[in-house]
Nanobody, 117 residues
Framework: QVQLVESGGGLVQPGGSLRLSCAASRNIFSTYAMGWYRQAPGKQRELVAI???????NYADSAKGRFTISRDNAKNTVYLQMNSLKPEDTAVYYC???????????WGQGTQVTVSS
C-alpha cells in the first residue's frame, strides 16, 4: 500500500507561481511512474505532467514551458513547479503513482489550485 499526500495548492494571481508537493509513504520511484493530473469543475481529469522511473518527463501541451515535474528520491517526494499561471489552470491537482509492471495505481487526495485576480 502507498499513501500519497499532496500539498502546496492555494489562491494565486494570474502570472504567479506555485509549487505542489506529493509525498509518498515509501520509496516507490524505481517501480512507479509519477504523474500530476488535474480536474476542473465540469471537466474530465487530465494529465498535466509525468515522470518515468528513469526520470524522463512528458507534459501536456497546456503545461509545456510553464510547468516542471521533478522528484527528490531522498524525500520520496515529487514536485510540480507551476509558473505563469493562468485562470484556466484552476483545478484540483492530483498526484498519481502508476506501477510499471502491474495494474497497481494510487492517487492522492488532491489539492486545490485557484488562479484569480
Amino acid at each position: 500500500q502507498v499513501q500519497l499526500v499532496e500539498s502546496g495548492g492555494g489562491l494565486v494571481q494570474p502570472g504567479g507561481s506555485l509549487r505542489l508537493s506529493c509525498a509518498a509513504s515509501r520509496n516507490i520511484f524505481s517501480t512507479y511512474a509519477m504523474g500530476w493530473y488535474r480536474q476542473a469543475p465540469g471537466k474530465q481529469r487530465e494529465l498535466v505532467a509525468i515522470m518515468s522511473t528513469g526520470g524522463s518527463t512528458n507534459y501536456a501541451d497546456s503545461a509545456k514551458g510553464r510547468f516542471t515535474i521533478s522528484r527528490d528520491n531522498a524525500k520520496n517526494t515529487v514536485y510540480l513547479q507551476m509558473n505563469s499561471l493562468k485562470p484556466e489552470d484552476t483545478a484540483v491537482y492530483y498526484c498519481n503513482a502508476d506501477h510499471i509492471y502491474s495494474d497497481s495505481e494510487y492517487w492522492g487526495q488532491g489539492t486545490q489550485v485557484t488562479v484569480s485576480s
